[in-house]
């Protein structure tokens, strides 16, 4: 039976292992952070993550609003997930959907398990990532902007979040998956990692895999964050300009 | 203090701390850090016996404690710390006061010098009305206590509020009251320095200005030495205030207005002297009330 006008369904992998935009299963597409670019939030960031741009916007420790939620012992986070009108081909309906709010729940998890909450009881942690252009990946994109944010605006925290998605592409696990390889591949798994204690705060998956694929997709994931780690952490620097400054170990003397 | 640095170095606004025997340490959060025996302070946290950081900042090992100098943050009140507050609520017996730190901080009236009956707290300060105030109490669920008893407190009336980042308000004070003692008499204006980064400036809307463009200058390179002496020579170098001021003419009634930042930065280079104008106008009281509390 003929295509029924669908869209041919594009080949993923060549036989020498390179994908759709001629990457390696183990590969990033290419990143670049920028934090603090806006000066009216507490603390901000931008990322480009292959066609991805996420801005995320960081607020508080401030008064909690609504009043309803405030917690006595600890800090709450909020965070909302949005994006843009223009972010994807079709123009997306604007507001807040069963999607975004499912991605704003699992991104506020996860930095509840890393904020220091307790330190500031009956306040709020607001956190704003906006998607302005999308192309898979965007709440990895939006987890590492946020995590840049908070570190930005000096919310306490155990250790920065990084995260990144895996999934099976034409048979096999692939890193970072771009649009065409999250639509017509076989599974897409995003994670996002605490990568000092090496605890997962975030883990989603849509597809399938074998036992053995998702043991190989956690490990190649873990170490796609920690790629994405050293990279926030040099997004951190630069904001400083700090090259200046001596590394740890010689002050461990 | 002070000690082993020449003349050059008299200006170097590093309050009262000694003069640093090592590097800067830049650690982000996660980054583990030695604590050679010391306990975990600001900024900080421990697991077993290890010490990693959770903000962003320098490290500096001082008994008793490790602690971080966070590079942001809101403000974390101190008791006794000078602050500018922001009415935002008047309730029955108590103002509500925005002071930019994680929460808002009540007055009551018994830390006021009137005697307001139930309800009428209005007739005396009333939504954003500023205040200067001093923290009082912090309790352990973090209510912020402040009161408007002590010297020089008390409702803050014309003048303008600009804000700086708190960490910088060290750099804005300088060492012994130098940094504001120039910015005042350069610029012909009074001002008020809270700790929570806001900065209550009266004078000619010129002079405001000029405050405006220095504290941009210390937010932004307030870490290079002999920071007084380059923006004593700034203000000198952009001469006298006149009446309408050299940037911003259009802002006379700028009553209390949030800070509203220029788009083009001020000009971050200076010639190593100042131009040395002699038509610096000088306030009548040059060390009035407008400063001396707020320094230390």
New interface residues.
């Given amino acids: 039976m003929g295509n029924v006008g669908a869209k041919e369904i594009p080949r993923l992998l060549t036989a020498e292992g390179r994908r759709i935009d001629g990457r390696r299963l183990d590969e990033l597409r290419p990143i670049s952070m920028k934090v603090g670019p806006l000066t009216r939030a507490d603390g901000s960031a931008f990322v480009e993550w292959g066609d991805n741009k996420v801005m995320a916007a960081v607020y508080g420790p401030r008064e909690v609003h609504p009043r309803h939620l405030m917690q006595t012992q600890k800090a709450i986070i909020q965070c909302r997930y949005n994006m843009a009108a223009f972010s994807v081909d079709e123009r997306k309906r604007p507001g807040q959907d069963r999607r975004s709010q499912e991605i704003s729940k699992v991104i506020t998890e996860a930095f509840e398990s890393v904020v220091f909450t307790e330190e500031f009881p009956k306040t709020s942690i607001d956190i704003y990532i906006e998607v302005l252009q999308a192309n898979a990946g965007t709440r990895c994109a939006g987890l590492v902007a946020a995590s840049l944010a908070l570190a930005d605006a000096g919310i306490p925290m155990a250790d920065l979040v990084a995260s990144v998605a895996v999934g099976k592409v034409g048979g096999r696990i692939a890193l970072d998956l771009k649009k065409e390889e999250d639509n017509f591949g076989e599974a897409d798994m995003p994670l996002a990692l605490v990568p000092q204690s090496g605890r997962l705060v975030l883990t989603q998956m849509e597809g399938h895999m074998t036992r053995d694929e998702l043991r190989e997709a956690l490990d190649l994931g873990t170490k796609g964050c920690r790629e994405i780690y050293e990279r926030m952490r040099q997004a951190l620097r630069d904001k400083y300009d700090v090259t200046s400054a001596a590394p740890l170990q010689e002050a461990a003397a | 203090m002070g000690n082993g640095h020449g003349p050059r170095h008299r200006g170097r606004d590093r309050g009262e701390r000694p003069p640093r025997s090592?590097?800067?340490?830049?650690?982000?959060?996660?980054?583990?850090?030695?604590h050679r025996g010391l306990q975990p302070g600001f900024?900080t946290?421990r697991v077993g016996k290890r010490v990693?950081a959770?903000?962003?900042?320098?490290?500096t090992w001082r008994e008793p404690f490790v602690r971080i100098v966070?590079?942001?943050?809101?403000y974390v009140p101190k008791p006794h710390d000078v602050i500018v507050g922001i009415v935002q609520d008047v309730q029955k017996t108590f103002y509500l006061l925005d002071i930019d730190a994680?929460?808002?901080a009540p007055l009551h009236t018994s830390g006021t010098p009137w005697e307001p009956g139930p309800g009428e707290l209005d007739q005396y300060l009333r939504i954003g009305d500023a205040v200067l105030v001093a923290v009082e109490n912090l309790d352990a669920?973090?209510k912020i206590g402040v009161t408007m008893k002590g010297e020089d407190l008390g409702k803050l009336t014309g003048g303008t509020i600009l804000t700086i980042s708190p960490a910088k308000i060290p750099r804005v004070i300088g060492k012994g009251g130098s940094m504001i003692h120039t910015i005042t008499h350069l610029t012909g204006t009074r001002v008020a320095v809270g700790q929570n980064g806001r900065i209550w400036v009266e004078g000619t809307p010129g002079g405001i200005q000029r405050v405006r463009d220095v504290l941009r200058i210390i937010e932004e390179e307030g870490q290079r030495p002999g920071l007084t002496e380059r923006i004593e020579g700034y203000l000198q170098m952009t001469g006298p205030t006149d009446e309408t001021g050299p940037q911003a003419p259009g802002d006379p009634s700028a009553d209390r207005t949030e800070p509203h930042?220029t788009n083009e930065p001020p000009p971050l280079s200076f010639p190593e002297q100042g131009g040395g104008s002699s038509r610096i106008q000088i306030p009548e009281q040059e060390t009035d009330e407008g400063e001396e509390p707020w320094e230390t």
């Avoid at chain 2, 959770?54 to 490290?59: A, D, F, L, T």
């Avoid at chain 2, 966070?70 to 809101?74: C, S």
Wanted: charged share 20%.
């Fill in positions: 090592e590097p800067k340490v830049l650690v982000l959060p996660g980054d583990e850090i030695p900024g946290y990693f959770s903000v962003m900042g320098y490290v966070p590079f942001a943050g809101r994680s929460r808002w669920t973090g930042r």
